[in-house]
């Protein structure tokens, strides 16, 4: 078989780059590990910036999101007993940001992607990319007995944290830059009322928590845990007190509870790899680069390296203008590297650090101090939430 753009990961970067693509009559074929059933079951991101909402409607996938989705214009810093909001709309100039599950992002791509008849391949084991520093790149999978052959012009690397793209470049080449955090996000999805229409990150002397949701009928909670903790550890109830003693009273006391309808945890991680460019292998999304969800900058960092190579390619199939593709590594990261400052930085900012000295812990204090003091600092917070211009 052959095709002009083989993407390997059928995630939200990995459909969402093959649907831009298609509309502008790019031959493409996403090959996915899993089954679909596995993928939409990840319960993952819950903010979009407006940036990412609107590539959906370039895509023609924005009509469920602009139904659904909410408009937030802002959220709340619980600490020390105050709850201070974040006026996004008031410091980043009015923009805003949506809030709708990346699991309803990815069923609308797959909705879009069957819709115009795009080829996604579930179950294809063993994907490995081959000869991608040469002129004549092919990938082949395993689907039961057979090897499938698939040529292309380019391999893109859309297969998340784990995949086999990044690992396929040289590892002269390759430099990774790492910062694991001791502690995980114990996550929470229940059918009930959420505590707060706007989220609440919650920074307490016993861990970080967050109040979120997906939408008035369906709430997502987060507690910070050791990592040595495992999800059988975490009995709804004992989920629900740990939550409760880290909200301020008002918030604890207007909680409502009940079941939860998914459990899990999430290790926290910040992760670049570069260049994101090997011969005719991009890597786009968590392939090149992991941030911690406390920004919700993942999905978001994903969107604009789709953006750029999605433009990129086009100019190479409609003007055969190849200075996208070769720009693209430096641009996708000058970007990547600010949503991992930002990330990094929110995420000092709220958690409890085991191994922190008093010092450091009067300093993330004073830090919280001085950002409610500040409307510069308050800006600059904003207007990274919201999203730096693509
Ligand atoms: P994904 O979603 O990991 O998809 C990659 C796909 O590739 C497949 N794959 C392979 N396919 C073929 N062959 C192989 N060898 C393969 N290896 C893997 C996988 O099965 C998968 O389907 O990467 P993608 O598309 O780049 O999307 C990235 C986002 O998923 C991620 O950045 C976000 O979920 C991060 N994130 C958040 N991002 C936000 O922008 N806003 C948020 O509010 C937000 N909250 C979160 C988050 C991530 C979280 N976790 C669990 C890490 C909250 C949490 C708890
Ligand atoms: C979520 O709802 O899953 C979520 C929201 C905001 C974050 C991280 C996760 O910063």
């Known amino acids: 078989m052959r095709v002009q753009v083989c993407i390997i990961g059928g995630g939200p970067s990995g459909l969402l780059l093959s649907q831009l693509l ?3 009559g790019v031959d493409t074929i996403v090959l996915e590990r899993q089954s679909r059933e596995y993928v939409l ?3 993952r991101a819950g903010v979009l910036e407006h940036g990412f909402a609107d590539l959906m409607r370039e895509a023609q ?3 469920r999101m602009e139904r659904e989705g909410e408009i937030h214009h802002g959220f709340f810093i619980a600490h020390d007993d105050r709850l201070d909001r974040v006026d996004l709309a008031k410091h ?14 990815t069923r609308d791509l797959y909705a879009a992607r069957d ?8 179950n294809a084991d063993d994907v490995t990319p081959h000869e991608v520093n040469s002129d004549a790149p092919y990938v082949t999978y395993r689907a039961g007995d057979e090897i499938v052959r698939i040529d292309c012009d380019y391999v893109i690397g859309a297969d998340g944290f784990h995949g086999v793209s990044r690992k396929s470049i040289s590892r002269g080449v390759l430099k990774e830059y790492e910062r ?6 114990l996550g929470v999805l229940s059918r009930t009322k959420p505590v707060s229409p706007e989220l609440i990150y919650c920074k307490h002397e016993r861990g970080f928590a967050l109040c979120s949701l997906r939408s008035q009928a369906l709430s997502r909670y987060y507690i910070q845990v050791p990592l040595t903790d495992r999800v059988e550890d975490w009995p709804d109830n004992a989920f629900w007190a740990e939550l409760k003693r880290r909200l301020p009273d008002t918030v604890a006391d207007a909680l409502i509870t009940g079941p939860s309808i998914e459990k899990s945890i999430a290790p926290l991680r910040s992760f670049v790899a570069e260049p994101m460019r090997y011969g005719r292998l991009f890597l786009a999304g968590d392939a090149a680069h992991i941030v911690p969800p406390t920004g919700a900058r993942g999905l978001n960092s994903a969107a604009s390296d789709i953006y750029y190579l999605y433009h990129a390619l086009i100019d190479h199939y409609e003007r055969h203008d190849d200075s996208g593709l070769d720009a693209y590594s430096g641009k996708a990261l000058a970007r990547v590297w600010k949503a991992q ?20 812990n009067r300093l993330q204090a004073t830090e919280l101090e001085y950002l409610f003091s500040s409307d510069k ?7 990274n939430y919201v999203g730096l211009p693509f």
Do not use: N
Request: glycine share 14%.
């Open 377 to 383: 600092a308050l800006g600059s917070l904003a207007e």
């Open 61 to 63: 996938c924005g009509e």
């Open 115 to 122: 819709r115009l008849g795009g080829k996604v391949i579930h």
């Open 341 to 360: 400052r930002f990330s990094w930085w929110l995420t000092m900012l709220l958690h409890r650090f085991p191994d922190h000295s008093d010092y450091e």
């Open 180 to 185: 694991v955090y001791p502690f995980g996000w």
């Open 41 to 43: 079951g990840r319960i």
């Open 22 to 24: 298609h509309l502008k």
């Open 92 to 105: 980043s100039g009015g923009a805003s940001v949506v809030v709708y599950g990346q699991t309803e992002v």
